[in-house]
């Protein structure tokens, strides 16, 4: 399942804001938050019992696991040509893959966004503390742009759902498996097949020549 998006500008660099999404500290709460360690390994999950079939905590799979396991099943590409950027999900839930997906630019959004926020009011802070003990004319003037920019900034987090990426076209479960290709793994089931067939003719070819061999080839006694 992919989602198209495309970088608003207001909400900081393209580069920086895949590069959050693809962070460990990101990843791991929206793991955490999800849920996701029993899907991800469910062969070592018991459902019944609701805890991992192994008791043993260092065979269990940590948190580490579950960010390789992620980052597996997640690709992020950019079209450098419009800035597009595309968000898959290959996961065998087609369902599943669409939703978390949505979830991850809906939580990328709102992450980055209260960022703004709270950066935001940190420096509005800041330059009124300088304004109050700033005398001079131009320097006033300079704190008030400064301080004006850093409003908008912060009217723009907080009206803003949407602060960073711009959802273009949510993901949807796709009609068609994207894999396994049944075609090609048809050819590749034929192709070993044939190459080991010829490999056991050639076997069983030498070893009947071999027995032949020592047929023909009378022994020291016999001579």
Do not use: C
């Amino acid at each position: 399942a992919s989602l198209a998006g495309v970088s608003l500008g207001g909400g900081g660099s393209t580069e920086q804001n895949l590069a959050v999404l693809q962070s460990r500290q990101f990843l791991w709460k929206f793991i955490q938050d999800e849920k996701l360690m029993p899907i991800l390994f469910e062969k070592k999950w018991d459902a019944a019992k609701k805890q991992w079939k192994d008791s043993d905590p260092e065979k269990q799979p940590s948190l580490w696991d579950a960010y390789r396991a992620f980052k597996n099943i997640l690709n992020v590409s950019t079209d450098k040509k419009t800035s597009l950027v595309t968000i898959a999900i290959e996961w065998k839930d087609p369902e599943q893959a669409a939703t978390w997906a949505n979830r991850l630019v809906v939580r990328l959004n709102d992450f980055l966004r209260k960022q703004a926020i709270v950066r935001s009011q940190e420096n509005l802070k800041y330059l009124n503390q300088e304004l109050a003990h700033t005398e001079v004319a131009d320097m006033r003037n300079a704190l008030f742009e400064l301080i004006s920019q850093q409003q908008k900034k912060a009217m723009l987090a907080n009206t803003q759902k949407e602060y960073a990426f711009r959802i273009i076209d949510r993901a949807e479960a796709p009609d068609k498996k994207s894999k396994p290709k049944r075609s090609l793994i048809v050819i590749l089931s034929a192709f070993v097949a044939g190459f080991l067939s010829v490999i056991y003719v050639f076997i069983q070819e030498g070893i009947r020549r071999r027995k032949e061999e020592m047929e023909n080839d009378p022994s020291p006694e016999q001579a």
